[in-house]
């Protein structure tokens, strides 16, 4: 990052950091470079861009803005949040074992799971928001602790700092999934994780139209060996795409707030409400690690879960609600709802599922910036 950014704060930084105007014309905008190769002056004589698998100017400067948003030294964009955690994974070898938050998101433990083993990778859940746990867990080839913080569906807090000093202890590395908390609310860099990883898809992209993936790191050397990657596998993204995360990221911090300030009042009245049975929202007293989320994040976030009787009044809400769409994905301006143990969970067992506590009468909510007071009506009203 430039030096003259360092005093910089979050938005400034958003929305001047390999951002515009363009010193070729001006342009307050980053223009999009759609150029699949670049002309040398000879052989290996080049200005920095050969081939846009390998380099592209409108990816280099998604990579730095973001990389100054996570407050990192380096940062790959990835055409996927999945994408970039394949590629993460490929620096390990057969006969690694990874521990992982047994609260993870679907496409996470499928990738583990139904791929990753077969390649002779172990992996063991457990739940992480117990430090002992982690502990306990490890091995002799344990080399990756991989978080989630708040994690997805349960909105469980890890203390992040106490998992990363366990696992350094023993010689592993700490992957955070950081996309439901975003850059703006919690910088798991700074808490001793390694890698941080998102998808860009969710929050940083914040208008459901993009799909991407983003990885960020402070070690030169995992940088090397992630950017070697990076191109061998392939799974980068195409310039219009992020050229779109450049546009929505300019408005994060302001989407944040709004939804988290929604999402703290939505859990609230939820909590109050008859026909509910638990809140999972780490704003909320009640939250069993609410002090730790108040010292690792800036604001609570915009996901809230909660339970009801049965899959069948599960189902019956979400028919019922008509601001929030029933829909996977999460993060962006318009509130969303669905029912993890048949949509974003459904890739992981059911006994899996209930081990972890995804439940068959939970949903969870994507908070939008909608008026929150309409919010809650819409979710009173299918309640009822």
């Not at 670049?38 to 803005?65: D, I, M, W």
Request: aromatic residues 6%.
């Amino acid at each position: 990052m430039p030096d003259k950014t360092k005093g910089w704060g979050f938005s400034t930084r958003a929305l001047h950091v390999g951002q515009g105007p363009d010193p070729a014309t001006g342009a307050v905008v980053q223009p999009i470079h759609m150029a699949t190769t670049f002309a040398q002056q000879g052989v290996g004589e080049h200005k920095g861009f050969e081939y846009s698998r390998t380099g592209n100017p409108t990816r280099n400067a998604l990579e730095e803005c973001l990389a100054a948003l996570e407050d990192a030294r380096h940062c790959l964009a990835f055409s996927s949040g999945l994408g970039a955690e394949t590629t993460l994974m490929l620096l390990l070898n057969p006969g690694d074992h990874v521990v992982y938050m047994e609260d993870v998101y679907g496409g996470t433990f499928r990738l583990f799971d139904k791929v990753l083993k077969r390649f002779g990778m172990t992996f063991t859940a457990v739940d992480a928001s117990d430090v002992d746990q982690v502990e306990s867990a490890m091995t002799d080839k344990t080399r990756m602790v991989w978080l989630e913080s708040p994690t997805n569906p349960l909105l469980r807090v890890v203390d992040i700092d106490a998992v990363s000093e366990v696992a350094h202890s023993r010689g592993a590395m700490v992957c955070v999934d950081n996309t439901f908390a975003t850059p703006y609310l919690q910088q798991p860099l700074h808490l001793g994780a390694d890698v941080v990883v998102h998808s860009s898809t969710k929050y940083i992209g914040g208008h459901s139209d993009v799909v991407g993936g983003a990885m960020m790191t402070n070690s030169d050397e995992l940088e090397k060996q992630l950017r070697f990657h990076q191109n061998a596998v392939g799974a980068v993204p195409s310039p219009f795409d992020c050229w779109l995360l450049l546009r929505g990221v300019k408005t994060l911090a302001l989407r944040v707030e709004r939804q988290s300030e929604n999402a703290l009042e939505i859990a609230s009245a939820l909590a109050r409400h008859k026909a509910v049975k638990r809140v999972f929202y780490p704003g909320l007293d009640a939250h069993p690690n609410r002090a730790i989320a108040g010292r690792q994040m800036r604001m609570f976030g915009g996901m809230v879960s909660f339970e009801v009787a049965d899959e069948a009044t599960a189902f019956r809400t979400l028919e019922r609600l008509k601001i929030f769409a029933l829909a996977e994905s999460l993060g962006a301006v318009e509130s969303l709802a669905e029912h993890p143990a048949r949509m974003t969970h459904a890739s992981i067992p059911a006994s899996e599922r209930q081990r972890a506590g995804v439940g068959d009468g939970l949903i969870r909510l994507s908070v939008g910036v909608e008026d929150v007071a309409d919010l809650i009506a819409d979710l009173e009203n299918a309640l009822s």
